[in-house]
């Protein structure tokens, strides 16, 4: 059995790119054959944490994906048949039943972003020269069913781009929290249904919150797999050399270090090239 196409990239559409800066996030509905479903699901309920092992690790670069990711996270110049022009840069999975609450995480649910609006920096959303640049992007693949109001993840479209801050005591703070219109943004935040086997992808400068998971027909079962440019990186990887190598070529220059100059150019995996 075949899983997982290893098709030319997907170039992102028009309409794609008008809504994802509209909103600052999109969803791509039932990207997974029922078989990829099934085997993808069957690994995160054996216990798989990341995406890097198995039939999971297709999700990393599978085509209906790397054309948009090419498109947000790169330029023309740096995008190559034998290499990504983007990294990976964090995966984990969430098991979720019903009755699942957001207080069991760290944020308990706090709607968030990666760095608060309008301040430069690396990972902010941005457009120029009528180019879309997402900074930080996660992209989330959901394995069950997801219902609206039931407990996806929740965005507050448009904030990626807003230029005011939240109103809160510091404006430094990533997150809503204390600010006097907290429940405004709760009450206005987006919600998304799917089919098992659908993506969503956001840039991490968007609002965006973990909710109950009150579906009582199936668990949430989803992948979050994070992305960033060659030249920037957020999290630390902790991806180890061998696991790595496991992987096709082309996979693991999703890796590699975190440069453009130098040498033949920032094109190749190596064990001395690896992102820390
Ligand atoms: O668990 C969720 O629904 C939200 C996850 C999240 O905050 C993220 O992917 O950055
Ligand atoms: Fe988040």
Same mark, same amino acid.
């Given at each position: 059995?075949?899983?997982?196409?290893?098709?030319?990239?997907?170039?992102?559409?028009?309409?794609?790119?008008?809504? @994802?800066?509209?909103?600052?996030?999109?969803?791509?509905?039932?990207?997974?054959?029922?078989?990829?479903?099934?085997?993808?699901?069957?690994?995160?309920?054996?216990?798989?944490?990341?995406?890097?092992?198995?039939?999971?690790?297709?999700?990393?670069?599978?085509?209906?994906?790397?054309?948009?990711?090419?498109?947000?996270?790169?330029?023309?110049? @740096?995008?190559?048949?034998?290499? *990504?022009?983007?990294?990976?840069?964090?995966?984990?999975?969430?098991?979720?039943?019903?009755?699942?609450?957001? $207080?069991?995480?760290?944020?308990?649910?706090?709607?968030?972003?990666?760095?608060?609006?309008?301040?430069?920096?690396? $990972?902010? *959303?941005?457009?120029?020269?009528?180019?879309?640049?997402?900074?930080?992007?996660?992209?989330?693949?959901?394995?069950?069913?997801?219902?609206?109001?039931?407990?996806?993840?929740?965005?507050?479209?448009?904030?990626?781009?807003?230029?005011?801050?939240?109103?809160?005591?510091?404006?430094?703070?990533? +997150?809503?929290?204390?600010?006097?219109?907290?429940?405004? $943004?709760?009450?206005?935040?987006?919600? *998304?249904?799917?089919?098992?086997?659908?993506?969503?992808? @956001?840039?991490?400068?968007?609002?965006?919150?973990?909710?109950?998971?009150?579906?009582? +027909?199936?668990?949430?079962?989803?992948?979050?797999?994070?992305? +960033?440019?060659?030249?920037?990186?957020?999290?630390?990887?902790?991806?180890?050399?061998?696991?790595?190598?496991?992987?096709?070529?082309?996979?693991?220059?999703? @890796?590699?270090?975190?440069?453009?100059?130098?040498?033949?150019?920032? *094109?190749?995996?190596?064990?001395?090239?690896?992102?820390?």
């Amino acid at each position: 059995m075949t899983l997982f196409a290893s098709a030319a990239p997907v170039p992102m559409t028009e309409e794609q790119k008008f809504f @994802f800066d509209l909103r600052g996030w999109i969803l791509l509905p039932s990207l997974l054959t029922p078989a990829e479903i099934e085997a993808a699901k069957a690994e995160v309920y054996a216990g798989a944490k990341q995406s890097y092992e198995g039939v999971l690790q297709n999700l990393l670069d599978h085509p209906a994906i790397t054309g948009i990711l090419s498109e947000i996270l790169s330029e023309d110049p @740096f995008v190559g048949d034998e290499y *990504y022009g983007f990294r990976c840069e964090g995966s984990f999975t969430t098991v979720r039943p019903p009755g699942w609450s957001k $207080m069991q995480r760290g944020d308990q649910g706090m709607p968030h972003v990666v760095r608060p609006p309008q301040q430069a920096n690396a $990972m902010r *959303y941005q457009v120029a020269g009528n180019k879309i640049f997402a900074g930080l992007t996660r992209v989330v693949w959901e394995l069950e069913e997801v219902k609206a109001g039931q407990g996806g993840t929740t965005f507050l479209s448009g904030s990626h781009k807003t230029h005011f801050n939240y109103g809160g005591p510091d404006r430094w703070r990533p +997150n809503i929290g204390e600010s006097p219109w907290e429940n405004q $943004m709760r009450a206005m935040m987006d919600e *998304y249904s799917c089919p098992p086997g659908s993506v969503v992808i @956001f840039t991490e400068s968007l609002v965006h919150a973990a909710n109950d998971w009150t579906n009582p +027909n199936n668990p949430r079962c989803a992948v979050f797999n994070c992305y +960033n440019s060659i030249w920037a990186q957020w999290h630390l990887v902790n991806l180890s050399h061998e696991k790595i190598m496991a992987m096709p070529p082309k996979r693991r220059t999703l @890796f590699r270090g975190t440069w453009a100059l130098g040498g033949n150019g920032n *094109y190749v995996y190596a064990e001395d090239n690896r992102a820390l």
